[in-house]
């Protein structure tokens, strides 16, 4: 039984996903305040909030069980992302259930500044009949800039180019073919600011958008210009806008958010050319349905399903995707564990290898895998798939990927190398159809190691009867040996042995077997089973 906490307004339809399984638990409260939603959450699995709740790190601290937060709408910028990441805890979102809301709230804004809608309004029911005093402009042959290309800005440039307004496209991600296909121009940031007649907002506030609209750009902005955001409130400096609006250089402002929500700067609110609204952009029955029924049918996915398809801090996953890499992923992390106890420190740098079949499929989750499999030999089970690349940073160990078309003898074919001080520890692995995952070479030894929980390494010199003596001690142990590969460079030369035992050796036993003329190491390993599924590795 999951249990989960609904927090905020959330469309009770949208939830009936959650209500109708018989696996969940929820508990609902539109109004929770912060002291009390402190005092509870340490018995939920999951959260599901708005805008209105803030998830910070000290909430996270207090929530133990936490392992999903999911955001009923787009923006997840009232929820510390990486304090979660950090935690192991998912972050979804439903990306697309307010796009339509989004874009025709845009398109609204965009009609009302253009032909002063809400202040004629006013003045008539007023009793005012004002009609010189509230001319407008046409949208017919404009130039709309739309900063920000994805799903609502897109929705948004398609609307637009129906009232026939030339559009300017602005996205880091935004390609000329793309554009193309779209009928835009492809446009940089200054060409936006030079040549619109009306720019609308449609990114994310991330550290590279806040204050993005400032007093620098507003003076590159073409004279007469009109502005809109239904974005988030941050992307523009509001001091900036107003000294804009005040000046003339800017003609109108449409705004649905704010710096400050509620908003504080009244002045701004009160321009003449100013229009708001109350962060309406996702407010329409249907959108609040859509986003509930999203986030609710992705936390099912999670817990039933191991599948992520909304998650801002882990990549999309498939139960399939899992079930196909599955051998993959469970040899990637015991071929971490054995790598990184024959290191016998932590890593100063990592690098992973891919061969063979390996190089057609999506790996992300396999290095993920393994990244967790070297990590968590140190930091025990608070590693996680969802947390292994941040405490991998906060660690400040840099890895780098390869992927190599030489198949190295195998169908498929991965390879971990650890290094240190001048040091290094490499292990590769393969999956043999028929015969499962194989550990297949450690240090440029060949072997054929099918990886258990207890294993006991030997470094020694190939000399006769090596084998015949560590079998002894270990039988005189009451120790069985279950399989023993070995691999040597030359006759004669540097050699290994890996056994798989049925149990762990003592150190005694290690002692007496290190006393053996020509070993020159012994190391005992222990292994994990590996990789299971998102399931049971982060929930």
């Given amino acids: 039984m999951y249990k989960v906490l609904v927090t905020d307004s959330i469309s009770e339809s949208g939830l009936m996903p959650l209500y109708e399984h018989p696996n969940y638990e929820v508990d609902r409260y539109d109004q929770l305040p912060f002291d009390k939603l402190f005092s509870i959450i340490g018995s939920y699995d999951a959260l599901v909030v708005r805008s209105q709740t803030n998830v910070t790190k000290e909430l996270m601290d207090h929530a133990p069980r936490l392992r999903i937060i999911a955001r009923a709408g787009v923006g997840v910028d009232n929820i510390d992302v990486e304090a979660a990441t950090k935690k192991g805890i998912i972050v979804i979102n439903a990306p697309g259930g307010n796009t339509v809301a989004a874009t025709e709230h845009t398109l609204a804004m965009l ?26 402009i046409e949208l017919y042959g404009k130039t709309l800039g739309i900063i920000g290309m994805g799903k609502i800005g897109t929705e948004v440039a398609k609307r637009a180019k129906s009232f026939q307004m030339n559009i300017l496209g602005y996205d ?18 200054d060409e936006i600011a030079e040549h619109a007649d009306f720019i609308t907002i449609h990114t994310p506030l991330i550290k590279e958008t806040k204050g993005l609209i400032n007093k ?25 806008l107003l000294a804009g609006l005040q000046s003339g250089k800017i003609a109108g402002a449409a705004l649905d958010v704010f710096e400050q929500e509620p908003p504080a700067n009244f002045t701004l609110l009160h321009h003449p050319n100013v229009i708001v609204t109350p962060h309406l952009g996702a407010s329409t029955e249907e959108a609040q349905e859509k986003v509930a029924l999203e986030v609710s049918a992705e936390i099912i996915n999670i817990c039933e399903n191991q599948t992520i398809r909304s998650a801002v801090n882990m990549p999309q996953i498939t139960g399939e995707s899992q079930a196909r890499m599955q051998p993959y992923l469970q040899i990637g992390e015991q071929m971490a564990g054995i790598a990184i106890q024959l290191l016998k420190t932590a890593p100063e740098k990592i690098q992973i290898s891919y061969s063979g079949e390996l190089l057609d499929e999506d790996t992300s989750l396999l290095t993920r895998s393994i990244i967790k499999g070297v990590l968590s030999h140190h930091l025990s089970d608070s590693v996680n798939l969802i947390n292994a690349f941040h405490l991998l940073r906060e660690q400040g160990v840099p890895y780098q990927i390869q992927k190599e078309a030489s198949n190295k003898g195998f169908s498929n074919y991965m390879e971990l190398t650890l290094y240190k001080n001048g040091e290094k520890v490499s292990v590769a692995a393969t999956v043999l159809i028929g015969l499962g ?33 560590v079998g002894s001690i270990l039988g005189d142990h009451n120790v069985n040996i279950g399989t023993m590969q070995v691999g040597r460079s030359t006759v004669g030369g540097e050699a290994i042995m890996i056994l798989t035992l049925d149990k762990k050796i003592d150190d005694p036993v290690d002692l007496q077997l290190q006393s053996i003329q020509g070993i020159k190491e012994t190391q005992i390993l222990e292994l994990t089973s590996g990789y299971n599924s998102l399931q049971e590795t982060s929930l």
Avoid at 119 to 136: F, L, P
Avoid at 231 to 239: K, L, P
Avoid at 446 to 460: A, C, M, Q, S, V
């Fill in 216 to 240: 620098s750009y507003i003076q590159k902005m073409k004279k007469g210009a009109r502005i809109i955001n239904c974005a988030r409130g941050g992307i523009i400096d509001e001091n900036a």
């Fill in 172 to 189: 880091p991600y935004l390609k000329e073919d793309r554009a193309n296909k779209l009928g835009i121009t492809k446009a940089s940031l």
């Fill in 111 to 136: 009609l009302a500044l253009a032909r002063k809608i809400p202040h004629a309004h006013q003045s008539t029911i007023h009793g005012n009949w004002e009609r010189k005093k509230y001319q407008g």
């Fill in 437 to 469: 995952a194989r550990i297949v070479n450690i240090n440029d030894y060949r072997i054929d190691l099918k990886p258990e929980k207890h294993l006991l390494y030997i470094k020694h010199y190939d000399i006769p009867g090596m084998i015949g003596r």
